[in-house]
């Protein structure tokens, strides 16, 4: 007794001896401002350290100085917030100034966070103009706030209230007031260090500098890489700013590259003796392409989307078609990618940034130079992802939302089935004798959890509503799981599986709406006639990215064999043309291309995206984080190269990296402005 007694009155003595360390000096002032700004980088950093990387830079000083570099951004980027706050500003605008700083940290840090967990990736500030888009995951968002989450923001936020508690005015003589200069300085020598000059970028022959500090830095085209090489603070100037001044980025020497990548592509489609047999195959037909919105591979079936299954198997199907994300709206780079041949660039806000861009060689445009009409129909309202402006950009007519059609309460269960249930919406797709409409579904958009339009979807499709139960499905899982070391269900307790297997049937749900959708507008086009004289082209957008456990989406992607995430549904239909199975990879920036031979459309050498039905197109995708794909080899940083394989591989290399670095001097360089 007399020994707890003993160890407790010590504890009792340790104790108050820091607590009087403390009291009355000004370390806990700086520890909890200090906290406050260092908590969310680390977090951030913490949820991208085991993301490949490479810190061979050769030198053995320069690889040290690549892993040093983060930390030193963010203690500098620390050190002149709190100079200036603390002993320049006067204390009450030396707090708010904090204050504001430390909230923006937290208010990316909680952001980041739940975008990283939903999507596995962080986003861009530049993301910031699409906010209103983001606001339709509202409803799905406390999925992804983790209990870590809870305990970094409680650790942080309460750092920076105790900060401001005890925030206190130091003084420190004017003469002195010098040394908040040498926190700039230091950043911008760090950041000269870390740029690499674009003579260095012309002269390097190493495909993965895209894992390199260097370039990572340089580029800013990888936001995860981004933050770990230079920090929070260093990432969040440097993404406001990169921007503004990247297209002045390109050069005379950069627009003469395209200008070659063009005349070489011209000469050789001009040498060709013959095109290929599918060459004008559908030429002065109508066309009605449709951009299904999530609807992914294991969402097909003759149960769910019957109309869609058939159509796929009756047409020519692309079954190795790949929708890689770039940029940060993945519904609007797909979107983007169909119409112009080309990716969204860096930036996540393409849909603010490029919408007043030249494209003369859109899809819209060549079609309307064939006499065509040019036609966008989507959900949503235009200001959504700007497309008040970039469908004129692309080329087209008219806009015309769905919205606008509907009364309130209808637009709210955001169904499309709703729209060819009245003849206006199908009179404007074909009102002209010869028509290019393109529709962006909308039904299957998450979120998957209960909301107004899953329950009215369980009404309208009674035979779907949990049409599998908790059992079928992870015993269904659980075979699958069989096949991949990658997929994992032992940890999920029975209260997960019930969750999944709901989120599985309301997707399936919303699929049947999308597949509905279909179905009345190939009624209609049977009734008028026009089917025979119309072409289908239906791709998806991208994986079901917004189902909550994407172990859960990878394992459903097995069900139809080994496959990537990203691959999604891609066919063409016109009725009494043969059925045609493509096993040739594709990726988003071959459809263009492609629609072009079909349709016998004029040719442009410029696009970086094949015909898939061009013999000498072997086939290959592309994925953001720059790796690819040609259907027997995936390339990535652990591809083993050897002697009989290092000629094809260098060589798909160079084809990889020409078509990112035409597509960005294009986009981001306003290539066809310069030219016109």
């Not at 058939?310 to 519904?331: C, D, K, V, W």
């Not at 490029?354 to 959900?379: C, D, I, M, V, W």
Request: glycine share 4%; aromatic share 16%; net charge negative.
């Amino acid at each position: 007794m007399n020994l707890f007694k003993d160890k407790t009155e010590k504890g009792k003595r340790i104790f108050n001896k820091f607590r009087e360390l403390f009291r009355g000096t000004r370390l806990w002032f700086f520890f909890f401002s200090f906290l406050a700004l260092l908590i969310p980088d680390l977090v951030l950093k913490s949820k991208v350290i085991f993301v490949d990387f490479r810190v061979d830079e050769g030198w053995w000083l320069r690889a040290f100085l690549c892993n040093i570099v983060p930390v030193l951004f963010t203690l500098l980027w620390i050190g002149l917030v709190l100079f200036v706050c603390i002993y320049m500003l006067p204390k009450r605008s030396g707090r708010i100034v904090f204050i504001i700083i430390a909230s923006l940290a937290n208010i990316l840090m909680i952001s980041e966070f739940i975008y990283y967990t939903m999507f596995g990736r962080f986003f861009m500030l530049s993301s910031i103009f699409l906010a209103t888009e983001g606001a339709a995951y509202a409803p799905i968002l406390y999925q992804y706030v983790s209990p870590w989450l809870i305990l970094y923001s409680i650790l942080s936020i309460g750092s920076l209230v105790l900060a401001c508690k005890k925030w206190q005015k130091q003084t420190v003589p004017k003469k002195f007031w010098y040394i908040a200069i040498a926190f700039p300085v230091l950043i911008a020598i760090l950041s000269a260090y870390m740029t690499v000059s674009e003579a260095e970028k012309n002269n390097t022959k190493i495909w993965s500098t895209w894992k390199r500090p260097r370039y990572v830095y340089s580029d800013m085209a990888d936001p995860d890489r981004c933050i770990r090489v230079m920090g929070i603070y260093q990432f969040m100037v440097r993404s406001a700013t990169y921007p503004i001044f990247s297209d002045s980025g390109f050069a005379d020497e950069d627009y003469e590259k395209v200008d070659e990548y063009v005349k070489t592509n011209e000469d050789l489609f001009s040498k060709k003796p013959t095109n290929n047999k599918m060459t004008g195959y559908f030429k002065d037909k109508n066309v009605i392409a449709i951009m299904l919105e999530s609807i992914d591979d294991w969402m097909i079936s003759p149960e769910t989307t019957p109309t869609i299954y058939r159509l796929m198997n009756q047409g020519i199907n692309f079954e190795n078609h790949i929708a890689s994300p770039f940029g940060g709206g993945y519904t609007f780079n797909s979107e983007f990618a169909f119409n112009t041949g080309y990716y969204t660039p860096k930036s996540s806000s393409s849909a603010s940034i490029y919408g007043y861009n030249h494209f003369p060689y859109t899809l819209p445009n060549l079609f309307r130079e064939k006499g065509y009409s040019a036609n966008q129909f989507h959900y949503n309202k235009m200001e959504f992802y700007n497309r008040a402006t970039m469908h004129k950009a692309f080329g087209y007519e008219n806009y015309i939302s769905f919205m606008d059609y509907m009364k309130e309460a209808e637009a709210e269960l955001d169904s499309n089935t709703m729209l060819l249930e009245d003849e206006a919406v199908y009179k404007k797709m074909t009102e002209n004798e010869k028509f290019f409409d393109f529709i962006i579904t909308y039904s299957a958009h998450l979120p998957y959890n209960a909301d107004d339009k899953i329950e009215a979807a369980k009404l309208k499709y009674p035979s779907l509503v949990d049409r599998t139960s908790v059992a079928e499905f992870k015993s269904m899982m659980q075979r699958i799981d069989s096949q991949s070391v990658e997929i994992d269900y032992s940890l999920y307790d029975d209260a997960k599986w019930e969750s999944l297997t709901r989120e599985y049937n309301n997707a399936r749900l919303l699929a049947k709406d999308t597949d509905e959708f279909v179905r009345l507008l190939v009624e209609k086009l049977e009734r008028d006639g026009l089917m025979k004289d119309t072409v289908l082209v239906v791709f998806a957008d991208h994986y079901t990215y917004g189902y909550s456990d994407e172990t859960i989406v990878k394992g459903l992607s097995l069900l139809g064999g080994e496959r990537f995430i990203e691959e999604t549904p891609f066919f063409i239909y016109h009725k009494g043309s043969p059925k045609m199975r493509v096993t040739k990879v594709s990726s988003t920036k071959d459809i263009l291309p492609t629609m072009i031979n079909l349709f016998g459309l004029d040719w442009f050498g410029g696009y970086i995206g094949d015909d898939i039905f061009d013999d000498n197109n072997k086939g290959f995708a592309y994925f953001s984080n720059m790796t690819w794909y040609d259907g027997k080899i995936y390339r990535d940083d652990t591809l083993a190269v050897t002697e009989e394989n290092r000629e094809y591989i260098e060589e798909i290399d160079k084809k990889m990296m020409d078509c990112v670095n035409i597509n960005d001097i294009i986009v981001a360089g306003d290539y066809f402005a310069r030219q016109k």
